[in-house]
């Protein structure tokens, strides 16, 4: 991140308020006062759910610009640099941008949240690229009441792997009400699809969406098949093969799946998206990074994952089960994100778990409370002082890999490190 990236987001997080508020009322009425730009915007593609967004999103952005189309997206969090989070038809926003909108925007002398800031930003941005562009944008927390939630009649709404996340924020605090609030809430004019879900999850989500008067389109319509050591994409007569060195898991294979449903339907040719999908690469998940972290270590490979639900780390368990070398990781983790229960699926896997407070969070646990749970649940552990002081602790000799987990914002540190 560049220090002047760094400064003004450090700014903004001092100005505007960092905790969640789920209100429509001040973007809407910040939006009523600038005119209404989001109605300026076409083609918008929600992309709504617990995990797989980014690599949802990721995904369609590399088929559309495949196919030669304009695409704006906004994402969230950033994971180094503020700017990640505005992508502008062929280039990440500028910070003279970011500060010339954030002006227009205080001058309705409303007062808004940060993530509710950066949304109204990403909409002044976008309506002055192309007008045929395809606005692909991540929601926020849930959906009922997310800044994002701004579009009667999206191109369409994309629902994503749901799961018990965020139940902090829900009453009662149950899947069938985290659901509701995801997809209870969807356009009525427009075409949903819905990403592979658990059975029980499906069946809820195909319930609350049963009045909605909107085309669906399920996961079922399409699957990820493997055959002869070969893994592909199967709707109908439609087979791509999927061939990529840069997606490990088959999770993100199957949100790969999805964008690749959408991009069907959108007119992209299977050919377009069969040479496009090894150019695919999705930054802090499941990703094997190379940098000034690597430089030294000859024999030692590092993988990042932000994973933080039951759902993510359960999928990064299934990739490191097939690696036959000694796995050591790196743990980092927010207090809200039930670390107890997440580190038990990775029993028999780490060879060595190190744990490290992630640097300028206010809501990191601490290394010593994480090394506490780690140690009740089995694993031989050690506490670490910072992600330099981590990497130490860690024998130099003999080949192995070293997995940074437990949170995108420590994914986000470790990047920018490299």
Request: glycine residues 4%; hydrophobic residues 35%.
């Given at each position: ?20 508020n789920?209100d429509?009322?001040?973007?809407k009425k910040?939006l009523?006062?600038l005119?209404?730009p989001?109605?300026k915007?076409n083609?918008?593609i929600n992309?709504?759910?617990?995990d ?5 999103l990721?995904?369609?952005k590399?088929f559309l ?6 695409v ?8 180094y ?7 502008l038809g ?6 003279n941008?970011i500060e010339?909108y954030?002006k ?25 690229t192309?007008?045929?562009?395809f606005?692909?944008v991540?929601?926020g927390?849930?959906?009922?009441l ?5 579009w ?8 994503t792997?749901i799961?018990?996340q965020h139940?902090?924020?829900v009453?009662?605090?149950t899947i069938n009400?985290?659901c509701r609030?995801?997809?209870g809430y969807?356009?009525?004019n427009?075409?949903i699809?819905i990403?592979k ?6 069946k809820?989500?195909?319930k609350?969406?049963?009045k909605?008067?909107s085309?669906?389109i ?13 893994k592909y994409?199967k709707e109908?007569s ?11 898991s088959?999770?993100l294979?199957?949100?790969?799946g999805?964008a690749i ?10 050919e377009t ?15 094997f990074?190379k940098?000034?972290?690597t430089k030294n ?8 994952d ?7 780390t359960k ?7 097939n690696i036959k070398?000694?796995?050591f990781?790196i743990?980092?983790?927010l207090r809200?994100?039930?670390p107890?229960?997440?580190i038990?699926?990775f ?16 809501s990191a646990?601490s ?7 780690a ?14 002081d ?10 192995k890999i ?5 949170s995108?914002?420590?994914?986000g540190k470790?990047?920018?490190m490299n």
């Amino acid at each position: 991140m560049s220090q002047t990236s760094k400064k003004l987001y450090q700014k903004l997080q001092k100005q505007y308020s960092k905790r969640i508020n789920l209100d429509l009322k001040r973007i809407k009425k910040v939006l009523r006062k600038l005119d209404n730009p989001e109605e300026k915007l076409n083609n918008v593609i929600n992309i709504i759910g617990s995990d797989g967004k980014n690599s949802v999103l990721t995904s369609l952005k590399y088929f559309l610009e495949a196919n030669k189309q304009k695409v704006n997206t906004f994402t969230s969090p950033h994971l180094y640099d503020v700017r990640q989070r505005f992508w502008l038809g062929n280039r990440f926003i500028t910070i003279n941008e970011i500060e010339k909108y954030k002006k227009i925007i205080e001058n309705t002398r409303e007062r808004l949240t940060l993530f509710e800031l950066l949304t109204c930003i990403y909409i002044l941005a976008a309506c002055k690229t192309n007008s045929d562009s395809f606005n692909l944008v991540e929601s926020g927390l849930l959906f009922k009441l997310d800044g994002t939630n701004l579009w009667s009649n999206p191109l369409a709404q994309v629902v994503t792997n749901i799961n018990f996340q965020h139940q902090e924020w829900v009453k009662p605090k149950t899947i069938n009400e985290i659901c509701r609030q995801k997809v209870g809430y969807l356009s009525k004019n427009t075409i949903i699809y819905i990403g592979k879900q658990k059975t029980k999850t499906f069946k809820i989500i195909n319930k609350i969406l049963k009045k909605n008067p909107s085309t669906k389109i399920t996961h079922r319509s399409w699957k990820i098949i493997n055959e002869k050591n070969k893994k592909y994409y199967k709707e109908n007569s439609n087979l791509i093969r999927l061939n990529s060195k840069n997606i490990h898991s088959e999770g993100l294979w199957e949100n790969v799946g999805l964008a690749i449903k959408m991009a069907l339907d959108l007119g992209i040719s299977s050919e377009t998206i069969r040479k496009t999908i090894p150019k695919i690469k999705f930054e802090g998940r499941v990703q094997f990074i190379k940098g000034r972290l690597t430089k030294n270590l000859k024999k030692t490979k590092i993988l990042v994952d932000g994973c933080h639900s039951d759902e993510s780390t359960k999928n990064l368990a299934r990739f490191l089960k097939n690696i036959k070398i000694p796995i050591f990781s790196i743990w980092g983790s927010l207090r809200n994100k039930n670390p107890k229960k997440l580190i038990k699926n990775f029993k028999g896997i780490f060879k060595k778990i190190i744990t490290v407070k992630i640097p300028n969070e206010p809501s990191a646990m601490s290394s010593n409370k994480l090394y506490k749970i780690a140690k009740e649940n089995g694993f031989q552990t050690v506490e670490s002082k910072n992600i330099k002081d981590a990497l130490k602790k860690i024998p130099k000799k003999d080949k192995k890999i070293i997995v940074i987990f437990g949170s995108l914002y420590l994914v986000g540190k470790v990047l920018s490190m490299n």
